[in-house]
């Protein structure tokens, strides 16, 4: 269902790698001193991965809105921590952040949600969730709030409300950003990165490095024999044993 630490965390290390060394990051300045420092501090054989990447970005939130300008800030955040194996996971959590303007200190949060995983070894088993789900919007974590993120800009979300978590796909930091870059393309510095060759084959690995265990596995589960009859949400989303 997910990657194994060593190949996610090596994974991460060469996203922010790769913003560092890529030219057109430099149009996304905040992005990539953000991603350097990142860089420099992550342990590609060991550890867990904490990153976050806070810059800004043009977002528009209607299509229509062709001529002016929307700097907002932005914030992608990443933690995994390492499990009790030698190459398992505990948890997950990739998140998203998007400030109606340029400063999280003083701006509403339009939008936030995260995107984890936890595995049902490691998580209360009265509290059913799928092992991998996505959170909206969920509290600050202390990535955010270190950015200068207030909870009080954020209770129009309504935090504390936590369900129902959606099942999702398991994502990276190099997704994250492509995804972003996707969705907001008016921003002058998107199309220069979505065709770069580099960026491109490095968000194709990270493709098949998060999510070819999720389908793989979910194609496996749905087409075997054995599971005829079984519910695909519980049995395999939720991990429970169900007859």
């Not at 057109?24 to 990447?53: K, M, W």
Request: net charge positive; with cysteine.
């Amino acid at each position: 269902m997910f990657p194994k630490l060593s190949q996610l965390r090596e994974l991460e290390f060469d996203t922010l790698k790769r913003v560092c060394q890529i030219a057109e990051f430099s149009r996304l300045s905040d992005l990539r001193t953000a991603a350097c420092r990142a860089f420099s501090q992550i342990n590609p054989h060991r550890g867990p991965v904490n990153v976050y990447l806070d810059f800004q970005l043009e977002v528009r939130m209607r299509a229509r809105n062709k001529r002016s300008e929307f700097r907002r800030r932005v914030g992608v955040g990443a933690v995994v921590q390492p499990g009790n194996g030698k190459d398992s996971i505990r948890n997950a959590s990739y998140s998203l952040i998007i400030c109606r303007n340029e400063r999280a200190s003083d701006s509403p949060i339009l939008r936030k949600f995260h995107i984890d995983y936890e595995p049902i070894a490691f998580r209360n088993p009265n509290e059913p969730k799928p092992s991998v789900h996505m959170q909206w919007c969920g509290t600050l974590s202390a990535q955010q709030l270190s950015e200068g993120y207030s909870e009080t800009r954020l209770q129009a979300l309504y935090p504390d409300f936590e369900k129902p978590r959606l099942p999702a796909a398991p994502t990276s930091i190099a997704l994250m950003l492509n995804w972003l870059l996707l969705e907001f393309q008016y921003d002058p510095a998107a199309q220069p990165v979505l065709r770069n060759s580099q960026w491109r084959a490095l968000v194709a690995t990270a493709e098949r490095t998060v999510l070819v265990p999720y389908y793989r596995d979910s194609a496996q589960f749905l087409s075997a024999r054995a599971n005829d009859g079984k519910r695909f949400l519980q049995n395999y989303q939720y991990e429970m044993i169900c007859d």
